[in-house]
């Protein structure tokens, strides 16, 4: 007889605050598109969203391109990473249920791709230690876990912002991968939340949760989880739906 495999998200909503945390926040969320009527969202209203979080991205790794200039194309190579990220970040959703290393793998060609030696390395986790932990994140988006969406996306991001599986913008593939993860599994499947506006809002608290996600174990991790949830209605609060 063959054991299932235990549910490696399976204790998180287990934590003190987690569960009312995420169940708030998709409340929030699930709100918020009803009120501003989902049914009559645009793809004008979509491009913006996505526009905005490449922006949102680009700045959180140190570009200085501001929103207006994103709209003209930039000369700043992160913001430039950040916008062919979001010109793809649609198409990718089908792969990512499909084949989540080969979308993880086609996010950070799209935001290396300028880089000295990108056509060698671009996509390609740095070492077998970056492997194994591309492919854990790889199941956990396969379906390898029960746990809520939200917290699904908040620990994906984590995992590839902190472990830098690439060695190169692996922050903003993070970012990206979030972004997917939200439509993918239909909590934003029209595209118009900003998570990465979320992060930016609280930026000062999303940089000390993910090094203390990356550093202090369980207690890390459970300050990420509580932070995120904030970040997620702050994303919403930034979507063009107004």
Do not use: C, N
Request: glycine share 10%; aromatic share 4%; net charge neutral.
């Amino acid at each position: 007889m063959s054991v299932a495999a235990p549910d490696p998200l399976g204790a998180l909503l287990s934590w003190e605050g987690v569960s009312a945390a995420y169940a708030a926040a998709r409340d929030g969320i699930d709100a918020r598109l009803r009120d501003r009527g989902l049914r009559r969202t645009t793809p004008e209203q979509t491009a913006e969203s996505l526009l905005r979080g490449a922006h949102a991205s680009a700045v959180l790794d140190g570009s200085a391109a501001d929103l207006e200039e994103m709209r003209r194309g930039p000369a700043d190579p992160i913001a430039r990473a950040a916008l062919r990220l979001s010109t793809e970040l649609l198409a990718l959703v089908p792969v990512l249920t499909r084949a989540p290393l080969q979308a993880l793998a086609r996010l950070h060609t799209l935001a290396a791709a300028d880089l000295p030696g990108a056509a060698g390395g671009a996509g390609r986790p740095r070492d077998a230690a970056a492997a194994k932990r591309l492919q854990g994140v790889a199941r956990l988006l396969a379906g390898g876990t029960s746990a809520p969406a939200l917290v699904v996306a908040a620990v994906a991001h984590a995992e590839v912002a902190t472990s830098a599986p690439f060695g190169s913008r692996d922050a903003l593939v993070a970012r990206a991968l979030e972004r997917i993860v939200l439509v993918a599994t239909g909590v934003d499947a029209r595209a118009v939340l900003v998570p990465e506006a979320g992060h930016l809002a609280l930026r000062s608290a999303y940089e000390r949760r993910l090094v203390g996600y990356r550093d202090d174990g369980r207690a890390g991790v459970h300050a990420w989880l509580l932070y995120a949830a904030d970040a997620y209605g702050a994303g919403a609060e930034a979507s063009p739906l107004g």
